[in-house]
Structures are given as C-alpha cells and as structure tokens.
C-alpha cells in the first residue's frame, strides 16, 4: 500500500502506530484515509452486486413511476459521481502541471465515481423492478457515511493544527461528498410509493412487511401498530392483516405437491426398472437390507425442493449471528487488558465499549432475521403438509380408510405436521452447532491451553448422558401419548354415548375405565418429571462444573499457571456460548426423532392407494342403458373376501329399480361398487352420465340448510323451490329459526333424522344428475312422510320419473311400483324382474312378501292417503320444534365407515383452539336433546344460528386463576419451590464473587497462593446451586402431577354426575377440549413454564446484582432500562395473549372440516365437488396462518426490543468499568461485563415465559369451569334406599305429573295421571313432538318433575338415589350404543354375571351363532361404535343387555331406521316370549308391532288423548285410527 501513497506530493504512511494507537488524540494517515476508508463501501456495493441484481430478476412487482424522490436520488448519485471525477481531472491536472500526485488520488476518486454511478443506475433498476426501499443501497450509503466521519474529523484538526487548509480544491470536494453522501443516506431511507400493476392484493388489510421500509423490516418495527392497537383493546379477528400471496395455500401447497408427484414419478420409473431380473447395487442393498425393496417415493426430498432455498436465507443470517457472537468475549479480553494498564488511553476503553455494543446489536438484528425466515419457512411447511394430507384423504381407497380412523388421519394433520413445524426452529443447529463448539474450543485453547480438554471432555460426557434422558424421555411420552389416546377415546365415547350410560347407571364403571387409565398416565408422567429434573440439573450445572474442572485443571498443572481476570471472565464467556449448542442439542434430537416418525407416518400414508378413478366407465356404454355391470366382482379390500361377485346387472335409462335382501347381502356395497368407491377383482361397471348420491346414513354439512341442498351449484331459485317442495322441506322451514339460511350444526345436529334424510335427498334432486342412486333414504322417515317422498320424488309420478333411479329400500310397500326389482343374497344377485313376475316364481323373494305382507298380490289401496300427510295439519310433516330425544338422535347406527368422524375433534388434540372453538364459525356439536331444540327455539329464532359460540377470553388472566394451581400444586410447596430458587441465586451470586475475588489475588513468587482453598469454595458454592435446583425441580415435578391428578378428577367426576341437558347444550368438542388440550397444558407444560420464568427471572436479578456490585454507577440507568423493558413487556403481552387465542381458535376449523370431509367423501366425490372442497380447507387454513403470521412477529418485534434493553445494559456496565477504571479491580469488570453479555437471553426469556405461563395457565380456568357446573341428584340416598327385589309387580303411575326441559320454558307433559298394572304390555304412539320420548325419560328422572310423581309399585321414584332406580329398569333404546371394548364388557361393565348367564342371553338375542363363530368367543372386540357390527347386530347386542338385566319392568324404544324386518321381527318375538311377566312400555313407529298390545296410549302435545286397547281405539275412530289406517292396519 506504502507504494500506492507514498511517493508523489501529498505522499504518506499507510499506517503509523504512533499516531493511531499510541496517543490520547487518535488519528489515522491520509493514505489509509483515501485507500480503506474509501474502498470499503465500493467494495461491499460490487460484492453484493451479482446476487442483488439475480434477486432483482426474479422478484419483479410491477414498476413505480417515477416519482421526485426517486429523481433526487438518482442526481444525487449523479452529482456524487462528478465530484469524485472533478478529483480525478484535478490530479490529472497536476500531473499535466509537473506536481505529480500519489497514485491512490487517481485510483481512488475514479473507482467511488465509477461506484456512485452504479449507485444512480441501481436506483432506476430497482424502480423499474418495484422495490420501494432498497437495503443494499441503504448499507452502502450508511457505510459512505461511517467512512467519511474520520476523514471528516481529520481535516478539521489539521487545519486547527497548521492554522491553513493545505489543499483547498480536494478539502472543497470532500466537504460537498460528505455532505452529498449524507443527503443521499437520508433519501434511501425514505419509501418509494407501491408499483403500478403489482400482483396486488384487493384486500383492504394489506401486511404492512411488504411495504415497510428497510429499517423497519430491520426491526420489525412495521409491527409496532398492531402492537398497540392490542394494547388498547383485545385484538379482534378482523384488525389482522391479509395472507401475503407467497404463503398462501395455493401457491405453497401446489408446490409441494408438484415437487412429490415428480419424487413418485421417480419412484414408479426406479419400480419398472428395478422389476424381475434386474441386480440391485452394493449401496442399494446395504441401505435396504438384506432384500430389495422397490424404492418408495421420498417425501423428504419433496419438502427439500419446496421449502430449501427459504431455509439457506435465514443460514447466512444465522452464520453472522454466529460468528459475531465471538468477537464479544475477545472485545472483553482487550477491556479486561486496558483496565489492567493504568497507562493505557481511555480511549481504547470508549472504543471497545462503544464495539461491544455495535456487536451485541448486530446479533440481535441478524438472529432475528434468521428466525424470521425460519419461522415463515416452518408455516409455510404446515402448510403444504395439511394441503397434500387433506388432498390425499378424498382419494384413499376403502380398505385404507378402514385401516385408519378418522382421529389417525386427523392427527397425520394436526399433530404430524406441527412436529415438523416445531422442528424448524432447531434445524440450522445441525450446522451451527458445530461450528459454534469448534470456535468456542479453538478460543478457550488459544486462552487456557491444553487444560480445557478436561472441561471439553466433561461436555462431550454431557451429549450421551442428554441424549439418553432425552430418549428416555421421549419413550415415555410415546406411551403417555397411547394412554392419553386411548383416554380421550374412551371419553368420546362416553360423551357420544352418555344418555345410554345414564339410562343404564353405567357410569361408575366407565369413570373407574378412564381414572384407572389416567393412573398409568400419570405415572408415566412422573418419571418423565423425575428425568426431566435432571436434564434441568444438568443444564444448568454444566456451564458452572465445566468452569470449575477447567480452571482447576489450569491451576493445578503448573503452578506458574496464574488465574488472572482475562483468563477466568473470557473463559466463563465462551463457556457461556459453548452451553447454547450443547443445551439444545437434546431438543434437537429429540425433534428429529418425532420428526423422522412423523415423516414416516405421513409418507405412509401419502403413498397409500387411492380409488381407481377408470374402475367405472363413464363414456361408452351399451344403447338405451344407464347402468351396466358385466360379470362384476368387488371387494373392500384386498384382504377381505369379495363382498359380491358375479354380478350382471343391467339397468335400462330411465328406469326404476329397487333393490331388495336382507340386512348384510350387499346393498349398499352395490350402491358403493357403482360409485366407484369398491375395489373391482373382475368384471367391468359403466355408468352413463353424472350421478347423484343419498347414502344410508345422510351426510350433512356444517352450513346453512340453502348451502347443504345447493352443494357448490348456483342458485335456479325455481328448481331450488322445487326441492324443496317435493322433499316436503318446506313446512320444516316454517320452525326453523332462519329459514334456509338456518345453520345446520356438525353431522346436522340441530335436525332430525327425517329431516336430515330429506335434505339429503333434496340435495340429489337440485343436482339435476343423469343417474340416482338412493341407499335406503326412506328407513330414517315415518311410513306416510315416506309415502309422499316416493310419490313425489322417486317414484313414477315424482319429479324424477324421467331419470334412471337405483333405490335400495327395506319397504315393501313401494316394491309394486318398480320397473324391476334385483333381490340380492350373500353378495350375489338371487332374481331379478318385476314386482308380478317374482310373485310367480315363488322363490325366496315371494315367500319373504307373503310372509310380511299378506296382501301382496293386491294393489295397495290408494284412499286418500298420498295427501294425508299434507291435509293434516297435525300431521307428521310438522317439523320438529321438540324434537324427541330417542327418535332423532345422532343416527350413530349402520354408519359403518363414517361416524369415526364423529370422533373428529374428540380425538384431535392440538384440532381444539385452547381458548374456544371456532370464532365466526359454528362449532362442532354433539346432539342436540330436546332441552337444546327448546332453548333454540327460543333463543335463535332471530338470526339462524345454533347453539352460541364459546366466548374467546380477553384481557388478562384472573389472579384466582393462578391462586386456584398454586393450591392444586399444594401452597407448601409452591413456597419452597421459590425459596429454593432464591437459595440458587444468592450461591450464583457469592460463586462469581469469589472467582473475581480469587482472580485479583496478588502473585507471590510468580504464582498465587491458596490454590485449593479457592478451588473448594468455588466447587462447593457451584454445587450448592445445583442441589437446590434440583430440589426444586423435583418439587415442581410431585406437585405439577398432583395438579394434574387432582383437576382432571375434579373435572371428571363432575362431568359423569352433570345432567344430560348440560351435554344437550355443550358441544362435546367442547367437553372433550377440556380433557385433551387443556388437561395436556396443566400435565406436560405448566410445571416447566414456571420453572423456567423462576430461572431466567433469578438470573436477571443475579445479574443485575453483580453489575451494582461491580460498579454502583449502574444505579443510575438501571430504572430507565427497567422502565423500558416493562413498557415493551406490557404491550407484548396484552396483544402476543389475545394473537395466540385466535390462531388457536382458528385451528379447530380445520380439523372440523377435515372430519367432515373424510365423513362424506363417498359423497363429495360423487358429485364430483373434489376441488371445491379443497379450495374450502385452504380458505380455512390460510384463515388460521393469518392469525399464525402475528403471532410469530409478536416475538420477532419483542426479541429486538428486550435485546436492546440487554444491549444497553452490556454498553453501560462496559462504559462505567471504563469510567470507573482506577477503583475498580480486573477481576470486578470481568465479572460484571461477562454477566452482561449473558443476560439479553435471559431477559427475552423471562418475557417468552411470562407471556407463555398467562396464555397456558388458561386451561387451569377452563378445566375448573366445568369442574364447577351444576350436578344432577345423588346416584345412592343411603337413608333412602328401595327394598331388595323393587319393583317386584311392575307396576307404574303418573300422578298429575307435569315436566318442563328447563325453567321458563313450557311443559312437555301436562298434569299426566294414568296408571299401568304390573304385566301390561303398553304401547306409545302421537305425533313428533306429543311427549313420548320425553315420558320414557321421566321415568328415569332424566328430566326432573316439575310437579306431580312417578310410583313404581307404590314408591315416589324421587325419593331415591338415580342409580338405584336407573338400574332397577330396562331400556332398549333406539340407537344401538355400544363402546370400544370387549363384547363381554359391552353386556356386563360391572362383571355382575356368570359366563353361561351371558351365552344364554346371547341365545335368546340370536346373536350364539355368530359370537361362538368368532375366535375370541366373548371377547370379541368391538371397534368403536361397534363399527364392525351390522346395525342389526348392534340392536341385537342391546336386546341381549335387557335380557341380562330381566328387570320388572322393560321399555322398548322402536328402532325405526335401517332394521329389515326380520330382525325386528326376532326382537318382538324374543320380547313376547321373555318378558312375559314383565310391563312392557313401547314408543312405536311401526303400528303393527303394538296391535296386540294390552292398551294404546296416545299422547297428543303432552296430554293423555286416548288410552285403550287397541281394537278400542281403531273402533272409536279417533287419533289413533287415522295412524292405523295411514299405515293399512285400519
């Protein structure tokens, strides 16, 4: 360099130690001035350059006009260049003049030209491109700025010094490039304003990043406006901004799915080429085993390709951060050496205070950077896996979709695809953890020499020892996590099932199922609380004995070894960074392993098979034909037998065919094989046209009743109405508090059966298909209401009388009207023709009808019956206001695939918002009871909507809240915890005061004296701490799990003693939210929360402490800091609080959804509405990611602003050790600069955890909320018991008895008095809404007397305790409930009965047979819901419970739906013969079962209308003889 200034005139050193270093009036040489000074900005604008411009290439958003801003900068760039080459022509000048200049004045003023022209250009390009402020330009302006400073400085002090200006032309143009380049700086920092034609969003609520300017993206400081507004009020959904385009569902998840049929594309190519014959590679085979296996698609490398570039962005960021984070400790070193040197310039120590300041904050800025582009990568990847997932699941074949419940693909969405969300955050340590230990090492060597090997040594010890806990850790809460499954299984069950639990008594024994797993739980827990206590020991004991054995290595090798501060204070600080890679390096691998099995699941399940969409043909097909199956074989699954085989069926267009058996032949299987849904072994299927499907069990979805009829197609207001009319929906619309435009609850809740059976069909009807095919839509509406649907819609007159119809039905009154009828019998065709011609072939068909209907070969009598239902003004087509709770309920019966779904959200944990379900959508509900249909009526009569939506919680957490877990953790040792924690902090403080003390002991002899004794206190002192965080965290681990212990039994037992009109009106998502989500915070996060918020707050004070210690200076801004910090923490946590409530509320709308869809997949895919429906999952899932981006910002925004309060505390305690160098010791500022620089991430925690403790401890409200709801009647008055044996005649009386669902609702059972002699066989009909469900419940104080009694043989049931009333009677009920579980547990939970007790009432029930011919005999498991049962079975199964019991008195609620009447006719049969002797109460649908009754009671809104025999009623021609004639009985 001496050669490029030093000759010539104006010639110089380039570097001269005298006057740069060694003075207390610093100053550096022109020549490095005109060299250094000036390349440097020139050199980072060309180095950065390339890459800027190939940024700028593809990022391109539409171009600004161009605006008086972007002129002045450019002619500010323009002018700087003249100036710069006015200096070159100058120098040229000279040298023509003979006064030839160092060569660095032509090098330098024509190289900052040339960049300042380039700077100028850059402008223009970056408007053309769109970029509004530009960072590059920003850095190289402030940099020009920064490096004219010196020069500056320089000049001034020369002229003062010779008293002229020495070169009045170059000190000229400096002066006006300095003040050009500060104009320039001054400009880049403000925004362009948006480009013309940009891709912009129509949004009114744009995300202000994307304009912000590049400070404020620097800073987050964009953000600070929401900031705000959550301060002054809770956030409200719409105050969030718009989704940026870039993170969209759209275009993240196309993405990924382009990138994965390209892996399997790959897959399939390796597949071919890999078939018979071929060899496989060394490497193949080493990695696959001993066998080949064909290569499976890899998702992992899918995720890599989409989501990769994203992640290399936040690497560099993350490496400056790491490579800044070393220079601190060699900036205190150099403090450490100045405060030694009396003689040293102050200066230096300004400087290096000043250094270590600008270093913290660049940290701070590039760490968070990094974590930004992390954490929008890690959404970004839930995003696309959702998207792939719920893709996937509308494709997946049959015998799939049965392997997996609907909980196990939810979870796939839910749990799966946040673990590789939680892992993202760690993913850039599998790099920088390395590096970091490497640095850290090579520092310490060059520090301590060999002696850190011991430390080093003691560390890698500490990865194994971490890595076991960690795995054992994670074994545990794999199997915490099976126990919980099957908890919260149970639990939906239970809140599925509960009216039965409760009609039964049943519930202690189902209480005693879940506490008894809760147990195995919990004790899982505690030794996973036990190991966590000593990763925490470790953790923080690490860094202490690291310390400890290094220096005491140090000290005890050589006895020349001196500890001085330098040496001690710089060690403790790369200590202090060696801990971070190595604490987290358990996180790490134990995200990577649920990770590795997440992603294994997910590849799993992506490379399922899916349904073979070219399985039926639906261009070519015969002539004249609508459906055709050629010689067709089908199977569920390939494992299974084929379900029916060959079929040859021909289905002419436009014709009517049924399609009749008995219950299990294969007719919906055949349905199903049409739609395509079977896998087909053989044979060919065509269907022409489009289709429309009505499934058995209708699918309805959670919108308005208009929107489940239209399906996606527009509105035709005349064919809508049409729909309506014919599917008899109109009159229903009349009650329904909105009309169409009524909410329609989750699996149509808020409807009844009927009704949600004739929305389906309407459904079909609106869709105007070619082909219909109508699985038995016709079994779930009473007989006339059937009537008129077939007449109106399916039969020949109705409005589909032109289209080709297949109906599958149990009715025979209907079978005369077919075009043709195809019976079927085990999974074959038995006969097919018409209705005459299979009457003739007397097979089995024939004798079925003559059998049930015995006046078969006549024409069924027309009357007036086909308007019955529409004259009758009390007619059934009333729709159902009161609903009856047994005839209506949630058809859980024959849905054999789909009502898993039902279990959506109550298998899905993270599904469920924290703090509610769903805001501005319906939540997902349980059944609704007629206590619920009343209060809806009365209350939502205005606007349509259904039960009203958990209410989000705003504002702050009560302090009872906290005070409510301090007592479940137990006040004893709450106390301790923080006391041992302030034990912990005054050893931590006395440690590092003794290390300082030792450090500033004087040198005898070269070496320093009481070695050891030091050595020991220190040691004991570290020690110390160590046991007493231990101690406290073995205290937090016992009383986090009695918490735990002692609410979910408190929530429990008071949810199992609730009354059913508390599950009437809850949601059980609702319910079960409590006892997964919130019951998994106060189990797994709450304990380590507050652990963590005691750490990180004792660690601050110790700091702050020992820097008051050290220099009592810091008094003084310690209160503006604290003032600072609070005011940030304050506004962070008012609005990071109300961020994180609505993501969580945004969440459980996808996973709702989700359910849904699974559940009614069959159906989205036959209408074909595949893409409409995943359009709706991602307007859902971009819905909860614009609630999700805040939320992650808010920490962003927080973390720059705590680590600034940690910067300055890092600039003060450096600047006071400088100011107060001659009293204080080297040992004193090492200690407290190397405390400061470690208390920023404390700091940033202590907020984190705060906020995190307040938005988690919400659960223990929300837990204690339904701990506290109100009860129903004791189960066992032990003074008031009934005598052994009651009741032994069976008889019953109402005495006046009156009954309202609620108070201040109207009765339902108005002053009813009758009375029923033991023996009698009763029967129970009226109208929908007369009372007769509601009677039945009475007598089993279900609904409690308003005024009036029950007597059951003479005694007020009242007066006794439930359960010893509700186990004294019988029920069938209407909906076959059975639980996961044994057989035998399913008929006798309180093992009460004998082994032949249980066979012989599984003889009478006709269910020997088919248990003897399975394997397991009694223990035959049924699936959930008893989905691996026929409908029949399962009612069945229930008669079987009766028969056990044999009480005196039985009541039979009619199973109306989907029962073929064989197996009702096995049940009335079986109930003559055994209960006999017993009264015998019947709700009848099907009049024909009660004619041989003793007497008929009709109710009619409440009261009693007729009671008599039957042939009493027929003949005195009143309510009851309108029923029997509607149904041809009269």
Known sequence: MDSLCGSGELGSKFWDSNLSVYTNNPDLTPCF?????????????????????????????????????????????????????????????????????????????????????????LV???????????????????????CAIIPFRSKILSVMATGEIEDPFRFTTFYVYSALVLLAFVLSCFRERPPLFSPKNADSNPCPEADAGFFSRLTFWWFTKLAILGYRRPLEERDLWSLNKEDSSEVVVQRLLEAWKKQQKQAARHRVAGAPGKTVSGEDEGLLGSRPRPREPSFLKALLVTFGPGFLISTCFMLAQDLLSFVNPQLLSVLIRFISNPMAPNWWGFLVAGLMFVCSVMQTLFLHQANRYIFVMGLRLRTGIIGVIYRKALIISNSVRRESTVGEIVNLMSVDAQHFMDLTPFLNLLWSGPLQIILAIYFLWQNLGPSILAGVAFLVLQIPLNAVVAMKMRAFQAKQMKFKDSRIKLMSEILGGIKVLKLYAWEPSLQQQVEGIRQSELRLLRRAAYLHAISVFTWNCTPFLVTLI???????????????????????????????????????????????????????????????????????????????????????AQDLPPALHSLDIQVP?????????????????????????????????????????????AWIQNCTLQENVLFGRTLDPNRYQRALEACALLADLEVLPGRDKTEIGEKGINLSGGQ??????????????????????????????????????????????????????????????????????????????????????????????????PDAGEEPPEEDSKTAALDNPEGEEVPLIEDTLSNHTDLMDNEPVTSEAQKLLKRQLSAMSSDGEGQGHSVPLKHLGPAAKAVQAAKGKANGTLIEEEKVEVGKVKVNVFWDYAKALGLSI????????????????????????????????????????RLGVYAALGILQGILVVLSSILMAVGSIRAARLLHQALLRNNMRSPQSFFDTTPSGRILNRFSKDVQVIDMVLGPAILMLLSSFSTCISTLVIIVISTPLFTVVILPLAAFYIFVQRFYVATSRQLKRLESVSRSPIYSHFSETVTGSSVIRAYGRIQDFEAISDAKVDNNLKNAYPNYFSNRWLGVRVEFVGNCVVLFAALFAVIGRSSLSPGMAGLSVSYALQVTFSLNLMVRMLSELESNIVAVERVKEYSRTETEAPWVIEGSRPPAGWPTQGEVEFRNYSVRYRPGLDLVLKSLSLHVSGGEKVGIVGRTGAGKSSMTLCLFRILEASEGEIRIDGLNIADIGLHDLRSKLTIIPQEPILFSGTLRKNLDPFGSYSEEDLWHALKLSHLHTFVSSQPAGLDFECSEGGENLSVGQRQLVCLARALLRKSRILILDEATAAIDLETDDLIQATIRTEFEACTVLTIAH???TIMDYTRVLVLDKGTVAEFDSPASLVAARGIFYGMARDAGLA
């Open 974 to 1013: 709450t106390l301790a915890i923080c006391l041992l924690y302030a034990g912990q902090s005054a050893a931590a403080i006395g440690a590092s005061i003794w290390l300082s003390a030792w450090t500033n002991e004087a040198m005898v002899d070269g070496g320093q004296n009481n070695t050891s004794h």
């Open 33 to 121: 001035q005109n060299s250094v000074l000036a390349w440097t900005p020139c050199i980072y604008l060309w180095a950065t350059l390339p890459c800027y411009l190939l940024y700028l290439r593809r990022r391109h958003r539409g171009y600004i006009v161009l605006s008086h801003l972007s002129r002045l900068k450019t002619a500010v760039g323009v002018l700087l260049w003249c100036v710069s080459w006015a200096d070159l022509f100058y120098s040229l000048h000279g040298l023509v003049h003979g006064r030839a200049p160092a060569p660095i004045y032509f090098v330098t003023p024509l190289v900052v030209g040339v960049t300042m022209l380039l700077a100028a250009l």
């Open 550 to 636: 290094t220096l005491g290595v140090y000290v005890s090798v050589d006895p020349n070894n001196v500890l001085d501060a330098e040496k001690a204070f710089v060690s403790v600080s790369l200590f202090n960074i060696l801990k971070n890679p190595l604490s987290s390096l358990p996180n790490l691998i134990s995200g990577l392993t649920q990770t590795s099995v997440s992603l294994k699941r997910i590849q799993h399940f992506l490379s399922q098979d899916e349904l073979d969409s070219q399985c039926v043909e639906r261009k070519t097909i015969t002539p004249d034909h609508a459906v055709i199956i050629e010689n067709g074989t089908f199977t569920w």
């Open 756 to 853: 949600r059976q004739r929305v389906s069909l309407a459904r079909a009807v609106y869709s105007d298909a070619d082909v219909f095919l109508l699985d038995d839509p016709l079994s779930a509406v009473d007989s006339h209401v059937a009537k008129h649907i077939f007449d109106q819609v399916i039969g020949p007159e109705g409005v589909l009388a032109r289209k080709t119809r297949v109906l599958v039905t149990h009715s025979i009154s209907f079978l005369p009207q077919m075009d043709f009828i195809i019976v079927l019998a085990d999974g074959q065709v038995s006969e097919v023709g018409t209705y005459s011609a299979l009457l003739q072939r007397s097979g089995s068909f024939a004798t079925f009808i003559h059998n049930y209907a």
């Open 1486 to 1488: 099907r009049l024909n």
């Open 653 to 697: 267009k436009g014709a009517l065919v049924a399609v009749v058996g008995p219950v299990g032949c294969g007719k919906s299987s055949l349905v199903s094989a049409l739609l395509g849904e079977m896998e087909k072994l053989e044979g060919k299927v065509f269907v022409k046209g489009s289709v429309a499907y009505v499934p058995q069990q």
């Open 124 to 146: 223009q390009c970056e408007r053309l491109q769109g970029v509004q402020s530009s960072g590059i330009l920003i850095i190289f302006w402030f940099l020009c700025v920064l």
